[in-house]
């Protein structure tokens, strides 16, 4: 059974930063694709940034290209989300979620594993 755990969310002001973390249990991640996504009250789940783990491929949604960065930790099994310049709009619940069917996903459909979330609350 695959576990994830979020963590490093908070409060920061805008233009502040943030790095989360997603510590994966039961699997190594080797092979897998890796995704953050985020879910602001009363709006849909939507896709932040994914990771290929075996080739290191990533991609950004729009809103947050240039801003954010998502890497990897093989030793420890862990996928970063680094933030910076944080706007109020980036205020959300944070996911992150892992899949092994091969190619790439950007939906969340596309995802098997889920973590509980991480709160990011960034002020203006």
């Known amino acids: 059974q695959v576990q994830l755990v979020e963590s490093g969310g908070g409060l920061v002001q805008a233009g502040g930063s943030l790095r989360l973390s997603c510590a994966a249990s039961g699997r190594t991640l080797s092979g897998a694709g890796v995704g953050w996504f985020r879910q602001a009250p009363g709006k849909e789940r939507e896709f932040v940034s994914r990771i290929r783990w075996s080739v290191g491929t990533t991609s950004y949604s729009d809103s947050v290209k240039g801003r954010f960065t998502i890497t990897r930790d093989d030793d420890k099994n862990t996928v970063y989300l680094q933030m910076n310049s944080l706007k109020p709009e980036d205020t959300a619940v944070y996911y992150c979620?892992?899949?092994?069917?091969?190619?790439?996903?950007?939906?969340?459909?596309?995802?098997?594993?889920w973590g509980q979330g991480t709160q990011v609350t960034v002020s203006s």
């Open positions: 979620a892992s899949r092994w069917r091969g190619g790439e996903a950007c939906a969340a459909s596309g995802y098997d594993y």
